[in-house]
């Protein structure tokens, strides 16, 4: 039995990593064309038919470039800096689940890495782990225009997970859990976390927007002022790791986000499917439902980015601690009082 667990285990971290890296890969093209639709022109669409294979294409570029390492005395963390962010990002993803069972041959498979009763606080300490990459990176360049925009990404995700920190108290006030599976089981009946808390949802984009340095909140790589920012002295795998860093903390937080306030896997009529059509069917039908659902915000951050112009830093620090930070405190008031009141 132990065996088969093992065996689960490890199918499913393979499954799920390949998941992340083919959205985090395909994601740096639905970029480009997202931006090229919204700007009324073509996105890539050359390497292969409409463009698909331009992904690949820009992988081999990144393993063909040669691997330059500025001068500085710190190679060792100049080297584990972009590692840092790449493993970082993948981490999160081990706690989301991803439909409730699957029944092979007798044998009940779980689509979840891992069902910890503390999911929300492991997920809360990834993320905030997460700035130690772009402030490595930043710090080994030698580079003081990447040194800047480490300190800017360490000051901005650091005053902004204290406003998300608020916010998902402010959820675990409702639910009464830490675990991702019972938060997502509580949605199944249809009222899910955005209905009951709109506030709180919308503390919590604009914090994952910070978190993952998207535009309008990217001042950690500002060409117009820091040249490239923190990984200005990257090339080759490193340059790609910071890259590909940033596409699977977007795939990451919006799965996050589904699971949170968007029922999760739970889709109208699953119960229905369930009972009609067996529970492989239904809890396929699942995790097609949460990975459309991760697509949509995906979608949504580039919607955003090729939308909105980048703050000022002052102004991103202002709405940073001045708004968000004490409108998070009123709302875990507001949620206090109805959670008192009407549960």
């Not at 972009?82 to 029944?103: C, D, H, Q, T």
């Not at 599976?181 to 927007?209: D, K, M, R, Y």
């Not at 915000?297 to 968000?324: A, H, S």
Request: proline fraction near 4%.
């Amino acid at each position: 039995m132990e065996v088969a667990l093992i065996l689960e285990k490890l199918i499913l971290i393979v499954l799920v990593f390949a998941v992340t890296m083919l959205f985090a890969l395909y994601s740096t093209y639905a970029e480009r064309k997202v931006a090229g639709f919204l700007q009324d022109r073509y996105g890539p669409n050359r390497a292969g038919p409409f463009g698909l294979l331009q992904p690949l294409a820009d992988g081999a570029k990144l393993f063909a470039k040669e691997e330059f390492m500025p001068n500085t005395p710190n190679k060792v963390l100049f080297i584990i800096g972009p590692a840092i962010a790449m493993s970082i990002s993948l981490l999160g993803v081990s706690v989301i689940p991803w439909a409730e069972k699957f029944i092979i041959a007798g044998y009940e498979f779980i689509p979840q890495i891992a069902d910890v009763n503390v999911a929300v606080l492991y997920i809360v300490a990834v993320l905030s782990t997460s700035v130690y990459g772009v402030v490595i990176g930043g710090w080994a360049s030698n580079n003081k225009y990447s040194l800047i925009g480490s300190i800017r990404a360490g000051a901005q995700m650091i005053s902004y997970e204290i406003a998300m920190g608020l916010s998902i108290i402010a959820i675990i006030m409702m639910t009464g859990t830490l675990s991702l599976s019972e938060i997502t089981q509580q949605q199944a009946n249809g009222v899910w976390n955005i209905i009951l808390q709109p506030l709180t949802f919308i503390i919590f984009l604009v914090c994952s927007f910070a978190e993952c340095n998207r535009t309008p909140f990217d001042l950690a790589e500002c060409e117009s002022e820091l040249v490239n920012g923190h990984h200005t002295e990257y090339s080759s795998l490193g340059m790609g790791f910071y890259m590909f860093s940033e596409y699977a903390s977007m795939f990451f937080s919006s799965a996050f986000i589904s699971v949170l306030f968007f029922g999760g896997y739970h889709y109208p009529g699953m119960s229905w499917v369930n009972e009609n059509w067996g529970v492989n069917i239904a809890n396929t039908l699942a995790v097609l439902s949460l990975l459309a659902k991760t697509a949509f915000f995906i979608f949504f951050y580039m919607w955003v980015r090729w939308t909105i112009p980048r703050f000022r830093y002052d102004q991103l620090m202002k709405l940073g601690w001045k708004m968000l930070f004490p409108l998070a405190i009123v709302n875990i008031i507001l949620v206090g009082v109805f959670t008192l009141l009407f549960k």
